[in-house]
């Protein structure tokens, strides 16, 4: 009796969608869940063992797989449909940059964060002369007090000993580093284009070699 009150907008929008999709729901729909499984599937080009996503691209992956799941459901109210269109683009972006992000060379650094929980730090590396280079905010290198640390590095499905060495006041050092970084990966390039990655060393960027125990 009570939905008969309702404006005939609103019924609209909580009834199933009976109709058809279209082409290009159906498009969009298969695109967000390729992304979100892409997230997952990205990893296994890595030798070693699996590198779990975590943090905004596990999110990501996860919304992205339930919003294309969504979109395809049959008996769905028009409005949930709706909802998910406006939603993808939180999902797509973490699991679009996850994915461009592990496209290249990656390594784990294993070490244990401010509340001594294991961590798993997927990072880029870059080689000089002096040996391996990976770079990250201050706050990142002294929440898993890396500096002095002996640590496990997984690289091209090895797995190493290493005792990185922090760079922060050698501001020429970090600022080589990072533009050897951003030449190497693409994604830091292109990201960099459209403002979302520094082209140059911030003010809170350190780097640290990877030196042998």
Not at 151 to 167: F, I, K, S
Not at 182 to 187: I, L, N, R, S, T
Not at 194 to 201: C, D, Q, R
């Amino acid at each position: 009796m009570t939905h008969r009150l309702l404006p005939a907008a609103i019924q609209r929008s909580f009834a199933p969608m009976n109709e058809k999709l279209s082409v290009s729901h159906i498009i969009f729909a298969v695109i967000l869940l390729t992304m979100g499984l892409g997230v997952f599937a990205i990893r296994l080009v890595h030798d070693g063992p699996y590198a779990m996503p975590h943090s905004g691209a596990l999110y990501g992956a996860i919304a992205a797989i339930i919003l294309g799941g969504l979109m395809l459901w049959p008996g769905k109210p028009s409005a949930l449909f709706w909802v998910a269109i406006l939603l993808s683009p939180i999902a797509l972006f973490p699991a679009l940059y996850s994915i461009m992000g592990e496209s290249e060379e990656v390594i784990s650094l294993y070490a244990t964060d401010s509340d001594n929980n294991p961590a798993d730090l997927r990072l880029w590396i870059v080689d000089r002369e002096d040996g391996a280079w990976v770079g990250m905010p201050r706050g990142k290198a002294v929440d898993h007090s890396l500096n002095g640390a002996n640590l496990t590095m997984l690289r091209n499905g090895e797995l190493t000993c290493v005792a990185p060495v922090l760079y922060d006041e050698d501001r020429d050092t970090v600022g080589a580093i990072h533009a050897m970084k951003v030449d190497k990966y693409a994604v830091a390039q292109i990201s960099g284009a459209i403002g979302l990655y520094p082209l140059e060393a911030t003010e809170t960027t350190v780097v640290l070699r990877l030196d042998p125990c």
